[in-house]
């Protein structure tokens, strides 16, 4: 039997505590304002050519709001896969697998945006 | 290693197709579905970034795939699924802070996110339309 004051202080069976909790709300909270920023970005710029896209992103404003995005959303991402491997995925071999992939899938996309994101405001 | 014997019949408790289905138990299924679909459509994000970091030939095909019938409802549907994950994450936030657990206020919480989702969504492509051209 472990008492609450216990659990507090190994920090619960995987010892990371309330850490992945408080992260995945962390990045939800961060995501509301940039992700409704995004939905008007991409949907503003349907049709739009390719100097006015690139001019859009040269403003500082809007490169780091993107990088705030890319950034937030790659965490919460990471977070919410894991989740849904754990729940669905039982055999341990293809647990790890998926639990591998999706982490390379989020920080994969992570790396290409915020490197696309830095390329484009910094104008080379 | 105490590894349980998976291999044995045991009885099994309820399970998802014992209930009858109800609105609340489909938006948490929405709010799981949802969450994995917004992870497979930032793929068009990272695309629409690294085109337009590659140049305006790789920009081109992503603006014209963008800007046809099924480019637009994919990105309709991404930022459906974008807000109605948003919500729903709102109203975990609100049950984080023990309030709004009863029984009437997830019923309304659920009606809530379905609405507003949609309501939130289609007003956001008509701002995002009107910003057109405007930067």
Do not use: C
Not at chain 1, 52 to 65: D, E, I, R, S
Not at chain 2, 47 to 62: D, F, K, N, R, T
């Amino acid at each position: 039997m472990a008492t609450p004051l216990k659990r507090v202080r190994g920090l619960g069976a995987a010892h990371g505590g309330t850490e992945t909790f408080w992260r995945q709300r962390l990045t939800a909270l961060a995501n509301i304002p940039l992700v409704i920023f995004l939905i008007l970005s991409i949907v503003s710029h349907i049709g739009a050519d390719y100097g006015t896209v690139k001019a859009y992103f040269g403003q500082p404003v809007v490169a780091v709001l993107m990088l705030a995005l890319v950034i937030s959303v790659s965490i919460h991402m990471r977070i919410g896969l894991k989740e849904i491997i754990e729940d669905y995925v039982h055999g341990e071999g293809a647990k790890v697998v998926a639990l591998v992939l999706a982490t390379f899938f989020a920080l994969g996309l992570g790396l290409a945006s915020t490197l696309a994101i830095l390329k484009i405001s910094l104008g080379t | 290693m105490g590894k349980a014997k998976l291999g044995a019949e045991r009885p099994l408790s309820p399970h998802l197709q014992i209930y009858r289905p109800m609105l609340t138990m489909m938006m948490s299924i929405a709010h799981r579905i949802s969450g994995a679909a917004n992870a497979a459509g930032f793929v068009l994000l990272a695309w629409w970034l690294v085109a337009i970091a590659a140049g305006p030939e790789a920009y081109a095909q992503v603006a014209n795939f963008f800007a046809s019938i099924p480019g637009r409802l994919l990105l309709f549907l991404f930022s459906w699924s974008l807000i109605h994950h948003m919500l729903g994450g709102l109203r975990h936030l609100i049950w984080d802070t023990g309030t709004g657990l009863d029984k009437t206020s997830i019923e309304v919480f659920a009606w809530l996110t379905i609405i507003s989702s949609t309501v939130l969504t289609i007003l956001l492509w008509v701002a995002g339309y009107a910003l057109m051209g405007s930067q």
